[in-house]
DNA sequence: ATGGCGGCTCGCAGCCGA
């Protein structure tokens, strides 16, 4: 089963992008976020004819989270239970008996922003929330945009990032905490290239010069990490024409 | 590396992302 996770930053503009990665990578299950577009358009008949059956949480403009699979989404849930959010961020959906979350983790700013306290509170509900689910799940994938670069490895100029938003200390503590609840960092399960990266800058040639973060991540249980038989970057969508800044990524788990 | 990109909107400039 190959799960995995993509910030297409607009869906209405990537779905060719993303009907190409379907076909090329054939994975199970792909976890969008930033759709940016509001339920009634979410592109339902493309998806269908490409095999895919999609749960969706969207608004206009910003956020927005969907999961596509080819099989069956049971006990779909929208949300965080219990806080009321007005932002999309999360939804949830049982997949061939593995509890699948897809999260985009607000990013923050700066460190100074109000949205900074936001992230954190966001934070904690989310964690609360992963006790509950991991309690009922055994096989759990939490993936998605974290906008936390988790380590000095996953940054291409540490300085430089020390102490800035996506790189501050709490946040890291914040991933680590996710990490403490019995989640893994499937990409860190195996052999890597040096300065992996899954978001690059639109700006000053940030990709062409490897100037990234890696911010997005496939979390698994104790269960599925002893399943887990790789995990990569699918670095060539970043090359594309009209790309997302962030790159999908994908990992195979043998159940 | 932070102006510099690219997506969005009752657009024609400003907000947001990371």
Redesign the pocket.
Known sequence: MKIATW?V??L??RLPQVLDFLAAQKPDVLCLQ?T?LEDANFPVGDLTAAGYQAAFSGQ???NGVAILSRSALAEVARGIDGYDDPQRRVIAATISGIRVICVYI??G??VESA?YVYKFDWLRRLHSCLKEELARFPRLALLG?Y?IAPQDRDV??PK??AG?V?FSEPEKAAFNDMVALGLQDSFRLFEQPEKSFS?W????N?FK?N?G?R?DHILVTAELAKACKGCTIVRDMRAKE?PS?HAPVMAEIEI
Not at 201 to 204: A, E, G, L, V
């Open positions: 910030n930053n607009s209405k503009v930033e940016k206009k403009t910003y607000p990013n700013e700066s949205k945009d906008n291409h100029d430089f990032w800035k996506l978001w800058d639109y700006r000053m940030g010069r100037l973060l911010i009209r800044d």
